[in-house]
């Protein structure tokens, strides 16, 4: 596309945009608020809106709205026109600072975890200065955080925001030790990979569990499905490369560096990758990415899934989140380097990581928490439940190295002294891809990959920034007091190392054998989401983030109460759409083809020519048989599922729900897949898994 770098951002009030419309005073003004974190006055502010309006009206657009992120994991939306009446009762067009800077949407049908009486409808929405309006659907669009009247957070922006200031204090505690004064500011950077599945819309209007739960309930395996690996990497449909085509071009207008596309390992399945960005934009840029996919699927007749496991027996989907760090002057301080001094720096910081996850597992674990997510971690196709990180050989034999005072021989037989502040110069992408880790470093990132397909990455990114802020504070109390920053800083390397070399596990993940090793090792084991989200509240994780005033007691709380009666609300609408379409689909067309098959018998009975029966008898024995089951295992689960509704406290309730409703579902599931293989296709009038893995020609 010749005209691209033209395209590119074209719907975006970006930098250039705004170097080019506002007057100088008020651009410094701005860039200065949005580089250094700091309160933009309200005389800037409505320079910038009028500038803004009139940027969005040259495009055709009339209305405004604040775009924010609430705990339902999607966006929301409230438009309103920029028009107003003047003094003779007629129409201007009008947008003030004040319209910009404040909105004011019903918090109280939003989920706030017991942060706002029902009745108390007032909310707050506040420009997030930090990443870029655009315009969609004719509308320009203000990113936005969202708090209650109290000032609480009832969404995803505000702690991730909270986060990257907390991250940004202690990392440049850090580099001031190292003499770097030069950073001004360190930023966390994301690129979030996101797989998702594309299906024909006029199968996925066919299945009612596809459109009201995103996953299929039932649906016995197909002849083939990716066992011959065929679908990875291979050449693209025609239909599906207009999509991807449509799909960049509309994510390059909104400034979305979508870079990767391709086919995933699944039939229907595949991926789209971003370039790095600052993780408050990359967030902000995956959830459009993610709402753009399901809108322009609709365009060309399909169906966009992101649903975690929409199809058993074949991979789901996950998003790999690629995390790391970086100063204001480019600087990746998880960039192994090649000076002594940097490598100093490197190791420091890598450290770090490795004693965050270690003592914060719990927290990353309940980051990717999930009725979906818990269908795909620790099936072969996805990380365990087990927190670990992947280092790679050559940088665990470092540490090793480290650990016992040996000399450290690189890959060239080189010998090479190994101190406070000498790491071998290696070069990057030493480490293989383990895509069985589920904490990965990859270069000069860590990949973390146990994110499902269809989260906001807000809570992983709160977490992972969190956490590294919180042992950087630490590192940086040892090493203030230093009288010998030198021998100091190696004792902190080497203690490190020791205390947390259990995390580091660079083997299959998905073997057996690692499941009992990590319990060897003391690692946690939080296999669903009612098991781990309990640390959410532990007292540890409540005073780190109220220490670094990412989250209150309060906040932590309510998101508590919000992931638990989400859990329990999917686990419910899933059992009900599963008794609706037994009741309507499934059981008519057993009935259908028993009397059909009683029938033939019937004939051939009267005719006296002494006619076998036995296909059709034995076949009717076997639906009969199967019928019975049906009947008494549907029974069952209507039974479990109106008791566990009666439970009031949530985190009973949601266990109860995994325990007793979805054991239940999975109970029903294998009666109706074994039902699906032997009723005659012109009775059982639901699109099997043949039909829909394979509905885009």
């Known amino acids: 596309m010749k005209d691209l770098p033209i395209l590119f951002g074209s719907m975006v009030f970006n930098d250039e ?45 009339t209305h405004f709205t604040h775009w924010f992120q609430p705990m339902t994991g999607i966006t929301a ?102 003499g770097n004064t030069e950073a001004k500011r360190v930023t966390s950077e994301v690129g979030p990979e996101q797989e998702y ?48 085509k449509d799909l960049d071009e509309e994510l390059w207008k909104l400034g979305v560096l979508a870079k990767t596309r391709h086919n995933e390992v699944a039939p229907a399945q595949h991926e789209l990758a971003p370039i790095y960005s600052q993780t408050n934009v990359a967030t902000d840029h995956n959830q459009l990415t993610m709402e753009l996919m399901k809108s322009v699927a609709t365009k060309h007749g399909l169906v966009c899934l992101l649903h975690e496991k929409p199809f058993a027996g074949v991979n789901g989907s996950g998003k790999h989140n690629n995390w790391s760090i970086s100063t204001d002057n480019g600087v990746n301080l998880l960039e192994p380097g090649v000076t002594p001094f940097e490598n100093a720096q490197f190791l420091l910081f890598l450290c770090a990581v490795i004693k965050a996850v270690d003592d914060y597992q719990d927290l990353l674990r309940v980051s990717v928490a999930s009725a979906a997510n818990d ?16 280092l790679g050989e050559e940088l665990t034999d470092i540490l090793e190295a480290l650990e016992q005072g040996k000399l450290y021989v690189g890959k060239e037989k080189k010998q090479m002294e190994i101190g406070v502040n000498v790491l071998p110069h290696f070069p990057k992408d030493t480490t293989d891809r383990n895509r069985t880790s589920p904490f990965a470093f990859t270069g000069n990132k860590f990949e973390f990959r146990m994110l499902g397909s269809s989260f906001s990455i807000a809570d992983t990114n709160v977490a992972l920034n969190t956490v ?95 992931f638990l009666e989400n859990y329990s609300k999917t686990i419910n609408i899933e059992a009900l759409t599963l008794i609706d379409m037994v009741n309507k689909s499934i059981i008519p067309a057993v009935i259908a083809y028993q009397e059909e098959l009683s029938s033939v018998i019937s004939r051939k009975n009267s005719l006296n020519l002494n006619l076998s029966c036995v296909l059709e008898e034995t076949m009717l024995q076997r639906i009969a048989r199967l019928s019975e089951c049906l009947i008494n295992r549907l029974g069952y689960l209507e039974e479990q599922t109106s008791t566990v509704k009666m439970i009031k406290d949530t985190l009973t309730s949601a266990k109860s729900y995994r325990e007793k409703v979805f054991t239940a579902m999975c109970e029903l599931r294998l009666t109706i897949d074994e039902l699906e293989l032997i009723v005659s296709k012109k009775h059982w009038d639901l699109p099997t898994y043949a039909d829909i893995l394979y509905s885009v020609k």
């Open 197 to 244: 599945f594309l299906i024909d819309r006029e199968v996925y209007l066919k299945r009612p569990d596809l459109m009201f739960t995103g996953r299929t309930l039932f649906g016995a395996r197909p002849s083939k499905g990716q066992e011959l690996e065929d679908h990875y990497f291979g050449s693209l449909k025609q239909r599906v490369s207009s999509y991807m």
């Open 17 to 61: 945009a705004m170097k080019a419309r506002l007057p100088k005073d008020t651009y410094k003004a701005l860039k200065k608020s949005i580089d250094m974190g700091k309160h933009l006055e309200l005389d800037v502010a409505n320079v910038v809106a009028n500038s803004m309006k009139d940027w969005a009206i040259e495009k055709g657009v």
């Open 77 to 178: 939306e409230k438009h309103d026109s920029f028009i107003n009446t003047d003094s003779n009762g007629g129409v201007i067009m009008e947008f003030s600072g004040k319209a910009l800077v404040k909105g004011e949407p019903d918090a109280s049908s939003f989920p706030n975890g017991g942060l706002r009486a029902t009745f108390e409808a007032r909310g707050y929405t506040t420009w997030d200065p930090t990443s870029y309006a655009f315009i969609k659907d004719d509308s320009l669009c203000i990113p936005t955080a969202f708090c209650s009247y109290g000032g609480e957070a009832l969404d995803k922006k505000t702690p991730l925001l909270r986060s990257m200031e907390a991250i940004d204090r202690q990392a440049l505690k850090i580099l001031r030790l190292f």
């Open 468 to 562: 590294v802020a919180e042992v950087l504070s630490q590192f940086a109390e040892v090493l203030e007091k230093s009288t010998n920053f030198k021998e100091d800083l190696n004792e902190l390397v080497l203690n490190t190392i020791k205390k947390h070399k259990r995390i580091i596990f660079n083997g299959n993940g998905y073997d057996e054998e690692w499941v009992k090793e990590a319990e060897r090792r003391g690692l946690l084991n939080l296999k669903t989401t009612p098991e781990s989200l309990p640390a959410l509240i532990a007292k540890k994780n409540v005073d780190l983030f109220v220490k670094h005033k990412v989250l209150s007691k309060q906040e932590l709380h309510s998101r508590y109460d919000i």
């Open 375 to 390: 269908h795909r971690l620790g099936a072969n196709e996805a990380p365990p439940a087990i927190v670990s990180i992947f």
